[in-house]
C-alpha cells in the first residue's frame, strides 16, 4: 500500500499552512476537499455539478493550479455560479500533507471506474485517513470495498452527481458515525508506510535469502514521498 509516513521530518521549522485560511472560510462552513492530480477521469466535473445542489458547501482542490483542466473546472463554477464556494490551492510539501487536510470536513475521491482506479488505494486515499476525514467515494472496487467495510465514509456512483449529492450529504449530516471507524485498534498504524515497509521487506528476503537489512532500517531510510502515486 502507498501509505504515507506517521513521522514526517519537515525540512524547516515553518508550521502547516491552515486550509481553511487559504479558503478565506471559518470553521463552521462545510468543506469538502480533493488532493492530489487533477484530470477528467478523477470526476472532478462531479463536484463542481454537485456545487449548486450543496447550498452553503465548498470545495478545495489541491491541484496543480496551472493546469488546462482546472481553468476549466473553475470557468465551470463560474458558469454555474458558484465560483465563490470553488478554492483551488497549490500544493504543499510533503510533510504538510496529512495536517493541511485535516481542515477540511470531508475527503473526497470521486475517481472514474478504469481498471487501475478498480484495483488500487490511492495514495489521497491514507492521506484523508490520516488526517481523520469522513470519506466520500466512487464505486470503484477495492476503495468502495473497503469503505464499507470500515465504515469511514459513504460510497456513490461514479460519475453520478445525484448520487453523490446524497453521500455528501449524508456525511455532513452525521460526522461523528464516520470518525469513530478510525478508533478501530491498527486501522491506522497498518496504513502507514513504516508498516508497507515491512511488507515489502519479507518479499525481497524470500527472494533473496541471506540478505539482511531490517525491515525497521529500511523504513527509517526510505523516502515515502519519492514516486508517490497519486
Known amino acids: 500500500l502507498n501509505a504515507p509516513a506517521a513521522e514526517h521530518r519537515p525540512t524547516d521549522d515553518a508550521p502547516p499552512p491552515d486550509l481553511r485560511t487559504e479558503c478565506g472560510i ?3 462552513v462545510p468543506l469538502l476537499v480533493y488532493s492530489g492530480a487533477a484530470a477528467p477521469q478523477r470526476g472532478l466535473d462531479t463536484l463542481v455539478d454537485a456545487l449548486p445542489r450543496l447550498p452553503g458547501v465548498h470545495v478545495a482542490l489541491v ?5 488546462r483542466y482546472v481553468e476549466q473546472l473553475a470557468a465551470r463554477a463560474a458558469r454555474l455560479g458558484v465560483a465563490d464556494r470553488l478554492h483551488v490551492l497549490p500544493y504543499v510539501p510533503h510533510w504538510q500533507v496529512v495536517p493541511f487536510l485535516a481542515g477540511a470536513d470531508v475527503g473526497v475521491i470521486p ?10 488505494l490511492i495514495t489521497k486515499f491514507f492521506e484523508y485517513s490520516h488526517a481523520r476525514l469522513p470519506l466520500v467515494v466512487s464505486d ?3 476503495m468502495a470495498a473497503t469503505v464499507r467495510e470500515t465504515g469511514q465514509g459513504e460510497v456513490f456512483r461514479a460519475g453520478d452527481v445525484d448520487d453523490f449529492v ?7 449530516g452525521d460526522p461523528a458515525r464516520y470518525l469513530a471507524a478510525y478508533d478501530r485498534p491498527g486501522l491506522l498504524p497498518g496504513w502507514t508506510w513504516r508498516a508497507q515497509a515491512e511488507v515489502l521487506d519479507g518479499v525481497y528476503r524470500r527472494l533473496l535469502p541471506g540478505t539482511g537489512q531490517p525491515a525497521t532500517a529500511f523504513a527509517a531510510t526510505t523516502d515515502p514521498s519519492r514516486g508517490a502515486i497519486r
Open 26 to 28: 471559518g470553521a463552521d
Open 63 to 67: 491541484v496543480n493550479p496551472a493546469l
Open 111 to 120: 475517481i472514474h471506474r478504469w481498471p487501475n482506479h478498480e484495483i488500487a
Open 140 to 142: 470503484v472496487r477495492t
Open 166 to 172: 446524497r453521500a455528501v450529504t449524508t456525511v455532513l
